[in-house]
T-cell receptor, first 114, second 114 residues
Framework: AQSVTQPDIHITVSEGASLELRCNYS??????LFWYVQSPGQGLQLLLK??????LVQGIKGFEAEFKRSQSSFNLRKPSVHWSDAAEYFC????????????FGAGTILRVKS | DGGITQSPKYLFRKEGQNVTLSCEQN?????MYWYRQDPGQGLRLIYY???????QKGDIAEGYSVSREKKESFPLTVTSAQKNPTAFYLC?????????????FGPGTRLTVT
């Protein structure tokens, strides 16, 4: 079965520092990968997606992610974190065999120190 | 403005009562989804619908029911058979019937059952 692992439950970074959130997936075919962000008590907002092509994808709010097939990873990065980036981040893989289903990781909570 | 609305934002019920959560979208999306979110577990799929008058069970459908009588509406009923109904419920929609597209999320409903 498809699965997504986000190894870090919490991450704390200083404002202005770089950020990398890890995501590993298990999927037999070419994966469709997503990163979403959720502010407390809110819905999820799509940051970026990978379907095919260039393995480095750019998203909103200055985020990018790199798809590495050999490592089954899709890590999210940002070169300089802002206090407003504090939120929970979810990685997801699309399941082509199950309609349009998304399988989500457990999430990583990002805290930003000023 | 186009989007997904969920009402109410907070809902309180006594144990043993059925409760219906509303989800409406004006994005003209074909597919709609219901997820349940619990701390540290990410999002888990309850039901999804790819077309009017048709829906499929997700990973945790027991104790829940849905209907899809109109394209824009996908209400979720949490029945008394659901053993642990207190959670944050998120509705989503997707513009594509087949293939894969990103999902757009509503703001969520927090259900508390005592």
């Amino acid at each position: 079965a498809q699965s997504v692992t986000q190894p870090d439950i919490h991450i704390t970074v200083s404002e202005g520092a770089s950020l990398e959130l890890r995501c590993n997936y298990s999927y037999g075919a070419t994966p469709y990968l997503f990163w979403y962000v959720q502010s407390p008590g809110q819905g999820l907002q799509l940051l970026l997606k990978y379907f095919s092509g260039d393995t480095l994808v750019q998203g909103i709010k200055g985020f990018e992610a790199e798809f590495k097939r050999s490592q089954s990873s899709f890590n999210l990065r940002k070169p300089s974190v802002h206090w407003s980036d504090a939120a929970e981040y979810f990685c997801a893989v699309g399941d082509m065999e199950y309609g349009n289903k998304l399988v989500f990781g457990a999430g990583t909570i990002l805290r930003v120190k000023s | 403005d186009g989007g997904i609305t969920q009402s109410p934002k907070y809902l309180f019920r006594k144990e043993g009562q059925n409760v219906t959560l509303s989800c409406e979208q004006n994005l003209n999306h074909d597919a709609m989804y219901w997820y349940r979110q619990d701390p540290g577990q990410g999002l888990r799929l309850i039901y999804y619908s790819q077309i009017v008058n048709d829906f499929q069970k997700g990973d945790i459908a027991e104790g829940y029911s849905v209907s899809r009588e109109k394209k824009e509406s996908f209400p979720l009923t949490v029945t008394s058979a659901q053993k642990n109904p207190t959670a944050f419920y998120l509705c989503a929609s997707s513009p594509r019937l087949a293939g894969l597209g990103e999902q757009y999320f509503g703001p969520g409903t927090r259900l508390t059952v005592t």
